[in-house]
């Protein structure tokens, strides 16, 4: 019998428990109402013993917020390079730091990426599991982190993936200029930049599945609904930013910034 390519077949549900598929559809509503509610959020998840981040407070040096995938983790290293010993708000990736920022007045840089490519990257890490109940789940978290922060857009700087490993001294010039700060960050191609780089090799090892083959399961009608929203999302929040759209091009060898 002749097998279909991976973006041919409908994901499988019987790959997990029902009970498991049904619980991601119930616990929405309640990780849509925490996501958007620190005051309820961090006194939760810290009596749970489920919480080891601090939460943002106004001796915060910078929030770097995005949905997952987005160069998170690149981002924030790069600033914590010259500052290690601040403390920076990152990896929630939920609107609540970013309102938290908006709250306390602290730096905050919002990141964003084309779902396909944010998605396919921290899923091939194991950030979502690779079933349909959490691939539906990680598109509506993209939607609903870009449509909450959108609300406090005169509280951020906004840039794209693109521009962060591109130039990311150009993009912390923007967040200076609106904060009044003087932060540092390496420049591509100095020997900061390539210690920096050589500390993230760890991430590409990471990997569990192709990049590819998860974008290839995303693009299938199963999801069409909730990857039609996240790409009108993208569009929407790029636009209120002027900021260009695009989609990553195939890279055997991936960047370590993803």
């Known amino acids: ?17 029902f009970r498991k598929l049904l619980g991601y559809r ?16 961090y006194p939760l998840f810290t009596l749970m013993g489920r919480n080891s981040a601090r939460p943002i407070r106004g001796d915060t040096a910078m929030v770097v917020a995005a949905a997952g995938g987005c160069g998170n983790t690149y981002a924030r290293n790069s600033v914590r390079f010259y500052m290690p010993d601040r403390h920076f708000g990152s990896h929630k990736h939920m609107p609540l730091e970013v309102i938290q ?4 007045n602290v730096p905050c840089l919002v990141i964003i990426r084309n779902p396909m490519d944010s998605l396919s990257s921290v899923v091939s890490r194991g950030g979502y599991k690779f079933t349909p109940g959490s691939l539906e789940w990680a598109l509506k978290d993209y939607s609903l982190f870009y449509r909450v922060v959108a609300e406090y857009s005169e ?31 390496p420049a591509n191609g100095s020997d900061d930049y390539r210690e920096l780089r050589e500390r993230g090799k760890w991430r590409e090892k990471n990997r569990v599945l192709t990049k590819e083959g998860v974008k290839q399961a995303l693009y299938h ?3 069409d609904e909730t990857r039609e929203e996240a790409l009108e999302t993208y569009r929407w929040f790029s636009a209120l930013h002027d900021l260009p759209t695009t989609e990553d091009s195939f890279r055997p060898d991936a960047n370590a910034a993803d």
Do not use: C
């Not at 119930?26 to 959020?41: D, M, N, S, V």
């Not at 920022?101 to 306390?104: D, H, K």
């Open 1 to 17: 019998m002749e097998q279909k390519p991976p973006s041919e077949r409908r994901p499988q549900p019987r790959h997990i428990p």
């Open 26 to 41: 119930r616990l929405w509503p309640l990780h849509e109402f925490l996501a958007t509610r620190p005051h309820f959020y």
């Open 101 to 104: 920022a908006a709250r306390y």
């Open 155 to 185: 509280h951020y700087v906004a840039a794209t993936f693109q521009d962060v490993v591109g130039d990311f001294v150009a993009v912390m010039d923007r967040v200076n200029a609106k904060f009044g700060t003087s932060y540092k960050v």
């Open 221 to 223: 009608e199963y999801y």
